[in-house]
């Protein structure tokens, strides 16, 4: 079977780490920074980094194309890209896609100093769900309202902070630093 040839948006922030986690779980990946890049992908993850400057990197060919690519495509975003896929990020400075029912509080879990691990709680839907899997949390987007529509796929305490609607993945944490692939396998099992 043809692997599924995933694009990671590298603009700025960790994309490196996810295309090894792509690549890891057995799809082919490829760096996006023109609208171009976006031919002959089946998904896309936008990485961690920050939201104000890639509100101010995706330039409008780019931002245009990734519009039309979101609506038919599965997407993930994950830390800033959660914040970048969401309704309302409460902050002017960010322009949100939009495709995500949720709003979210940008560093809503603290500032660089504050970051921090721990174990999350997984939904029955990920692989191996009894097995907790390890969150890294820097300057981590909360989710301070989700529609009814949104599946949390995993909870911190009692704060869902991986998400899923329709073709569309989020997660506040970067699942890219630990090694483990569940979520990279989830993400591949979307369909549009």
Not at 75 to 103: E, H, N, Q, Y
Not at 109 to 134: C, I, M, W
Request: charged share 25%; proline share 6%; net charge negative.
């Amino acid at each position: 079977m043809m692997a599924r040839r995933i694009g990671v948006l590298a603009l700025q922030g960790d994309f490196e780490k996810h295309k090894r986690a792509l690549e890891a779980a057995g799809a082919e990946a490829r760096e996006v920074r023109t609208a171009e890049d976006l031919d002959g992908l089946s998904g896309l993850i936008i990485p961690g980094g920050e939201s104000t400057t890639l509100t101010l990197l995706l330039l409008p060919e780019l931002l245009e194309r990734l519009h039309t690519f979101c609506e038919t495509h599965p997407v993930w975003g994950t830390c800033a890209g959660m914040i970048m896929l969401s309704k309302d990020a409460s902050d002017p400075r960010v322009k949100p896609l939009g495709f995500l029912d949720l709003d979210i509080q940008r560093n809503g879990y603290g500032r660089q100093v504050h970051s921090f691990e721990s174990d999350l709680k997984l939904s029955g839907n990920v692989e191996d769900a009894q097995t907790p899997l390890h969150g890294v949390f820097i300057r981590a987007p909360r989710i301070t309202r989700m529609g009814e529509n949104v599946e949390p796929l995993a909870w911190l305490g009692s704060d869902p902070v991986a998400v899923r609607q329709g073709h569309f993945m989020a997660s506040s944490f970067h699942p890219e630093l630990t090694g483990d692939l569940r979520l990279h396998r989830f993400f591949l099992s979307l369909r549009p």
